[in-house]
């Protein structure tokens, strides 16, 4: 059982939150190389198609809660949104960043913000719009850390040639096989698996079958990272809805019941000691949203697992408990994650073969599977749906555990 | 706690060479590192309360929180923390050189260095394996401080 802080001789485990908030409307744009539109016409999109979906109206909608791509909304904090949607009438608004792990965060504060009175029906919305036609999908991505003239500590990145975010997954996924015995076989196995999902899901941008084969002959990004183990890059937007339970019922959808909510920011001393890179905040995120949810590892149903890189599922599924620290690779490679395998894993494709909405590829098909919509990708089973978020490199971890019932 | 090191032979590995890459300076902070560099030494800053290391351009311990430090030589010596093997090609200059390694050294100090691995083809490169200081005249003004394998024993 989890540790239960202790606050002023009471316990502390946020378990008076189980159930409070639901998730009551989803809106998905298309994704991928969808041209025309600007970032801030998608997040407008995805929000009309959430309020569609959940049956409310506009004027229904007191909470905007935005998380910003690669191409940034004008405005601060949301407001050219809100002034181009005229939503007159928000009890609260921001704009928030934390990476990919936003989405889940946003959520969390949503689902507070609920239960506690605060508003009733909060939009969370992320929306990008980095594809240019005739551009590769890396050039939105790759540049970071280039510097004209390099300076200082920091011109070491460039003066090396660590450049963008790939380069510093790799040096992670690196030291997961230096440490442990990782293989590219096992990174390639959840490639393959969430291939085997995305073929099922009409959204995906990358539906053709995939074997460990055709896995290996794609090109090295940086090794050991090939391309097959990086997500891909989308245009699009996504947005949910979070209201209070009591707020919830008799709607179009089925409530998606929020059981239990977490973060874990651990942070990077960068020296000895320290391992971010093969041990993320994940536990500590896990920890106080399994309390709230009152569930073991062994509950859930279905994970939906942040997966900027095939690496990230393999440490996120070590550093939940699903297997021990440093098994992640033998534990994926019998397919256990794809379609007919033991742990449904990423069953829209995720981020890999779907589409790269942050945070919220991940929340979206949570929600698609806790609500019994996933088509023929639909879990049999799916009481207890776990969803993750990462931002930065492992920095930031959320965990949102979802369900289709109250309690 | 490592002992004070002597003078290290700057060594100009590629000394006639036409050098391509990148070249940073330093900027305020990374002053004392640069200019050690230069003299074959490999230079970080130790907080004057606690006396742990910590990498240029922090002005505060991250440990108690003083923002009193002094500089002082490292030994040189690490193991390779991590590293990974660049393949895509996001900078001209590197161009002729893809693909190529680019590392994360841990001082014996403690702080951890972004770096390359040189005298070692990349296929033997191995998470943790005992590295030492290179420093590589690159320019005029500017030693770059690479890594090599080091002899254990
Ligand atoms: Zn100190």
Known sequence: MASRARHGGQAIDGRDLKGKAVISGLGLTEMGRIYGHSGGWFAAEAIRLAIDDAGLEKTDIDGLLVNQGMTPLPGMGGVDLQNQLGLTNLRLLSSMNVGGATAGIMVQYAALAVSHGMANHVLCVFADAPLREGRGGGAAYGGGGQQPQPRGMRGLYTAFGMFGVNARYAMAASRHMGMYGTTNDHFGAIAVAQRGWAAMNPLAQQREAMTLEDYHASRWVAEPLHLFDCCLVSNGGVAVIVSSAEGARDRKQPPVYIWGMGQGHPGDLNRAGWDIETQTGAPLSKERAFSMAGIEIDDIDVCQLYDCYTYTVLVTLEDYGFCAKGEGGPFVADGKLGPGGSLPTNTGGGQLSGYYMWGMTPLAEGVIQARGQGGDRQASKHDVVLVSGNGGILDHHCTLVLSPHPA | ?153
């Not at chain 2, 090191?5 to 890459?21: C, F, I, K, P, Q």
């Not at chain 2, 951890?112 to 998470?127: A, F, H, K, Y």
């Open chain 2, 1 to 153: 706690m490592p002992e004070e090191h002597g003078w290290t032979e700057v060594a100009t590995l590629v000394s006639d060479r036409d050098y391509d890459l990148p070249i940073p300076v330093a900027d305020e902070a990374s002053e004392p590192f640069y200019a050690g560099a230069k003299e074959g030494r490999l230079m970080l800053l130790r907080c004057s309360q606690c006396g742990r290391y910590r990498l240029p351009g922090r002005g505060r311990c991250v440990d108690c929180w003083s923002e009193q430090s002094e500089w002082a030589q490292a030994s040189g010596r690490g193991k390779l923390y991590s590293f990974g093997i660049m393949h895509q090609k996001y900078h001209p200059a590197f161009a002729e050189v893809t693909p190529y390694n680019y590392a994360l050294v841990e001082l014996e100090e403690g702080p951890r260095l972004i770096t390359n691995i040189v005298d070692c083809p990349n296929e033997e490169l191995r998470t943790d394996m005992p590295v030492e200081a290179v420093f590589d005249a690159v320019s005029e003004e500017t030693t770059l401080i690479r890594f090599r394998p080091r002899a254990t024993g």
